[in-house]
């Protein structure tokens, strides 16, 4: 049976590392970011390998979501989407969601915005994708009998056997050992913007050891932070581990 799993996550997580992962199945067809050139086009962001994006990527949603809700490419079983919940932006449709199964990437908000601080100099809520993730959480959760997956970077790298066997079982997916190493560099399916945001990851060939993000967070991002925490605490709520 097809499977069509798209992982919604914010910035500054270790959604790239988990594609990687899910790539190393040979059952597996992966796509990064599928939504990355509308958004670019839409809200007209000067990102790292903006032109190159909108060059090589579809920014028509329409186009895009009938891709993806459409046969599994490589006649493959599962097709892992990556998705950025940002870029879910308000005009796109929401009608072709329902064919797919929603997964959700989280990170704690204080130390998504330590890291993502060094990338952009002004963040809004918005930016963390954190309301997106909410928003999609609820409309699933109320369409669906069970409650979306949703798990937590710091748990996989703190475990990441354990949290994969877990979140293969709750998509009802056979676990493949696998998605625990992958070969170093960049991929065919990556996107276009891999050369100028990819520089670590290229690098691994396995998920990293959890390590803190420390130090103080900048007194201009503190109302920000503040409006995530109660965001973030709803989807933990439904993590792997708690429930």
């Known amino acids: 049976m097809a499977v069509r799993i798209a992982m919604w996550s914010g910035p500054r997580n270790i959604s790239t590392a988990l594609m990687r992962a899910w790539g190393s199945r040979a059952d597996c067809y992966v796509t990064d970011e599928p939504l990355y050139a509308f958004y670019l086009r839409e809200t007209g962001l000067d990102h790292p390998g903006r032109e190159a994006t909108l060059a090589a990527h579809s920014s028509d949603w ?94 996989v790298l703190e475990d990441p056997p354990g949290l994969l066997q877990e979140l293969c079982r709750r998509l009802e997916v ?36 959890y390590r803190p993000k420390d130090g103080p967070l900048p007194e201009p991002l503190e109302p920000v932070y503040q409006a995530c925490i109660p965001l973030y605490e709803e989807l933990a709520e439904y993590k792997i581990g708690r429930i």
């Open 62 to 155: 329409r186009e895009v979501t009938r891709w993806l809700t459409g046969p599994i490419p490589e006649d493959r079983s599962i097709w892992y989407q990556k998705q950025m919940a940002h870029h879910l932006l308000p005009s796109v449709g929401r009608d072709w969601l329902s064919k797919l199964t929603h997964a959700f990437l989280i990170r704690d908000p204080r130390e998504m915005l330590l890291s993502l601080v060094e990338f952009l100099p002004t963040i809004r809520v918005e930016d963390t994708g954190l309301p997106q993730q909410v928003e999609l959480f609820r409309r699933v959760l109320e369409q669906e009998p069970r409650p979306p997956v949703v798990v937590d970077g710091r748990d």
């Open 174 to 209: 056979p676990y493949d050992a696998a998605m625990l190493q992958w070969e170093p560099g960049l991929r065919k399916t990556d996107g276009a913007w891999a050369p100028f945001w990819y520089d670590k990851v290229r690098k691994t060939t396995t998920f990293g050891k």
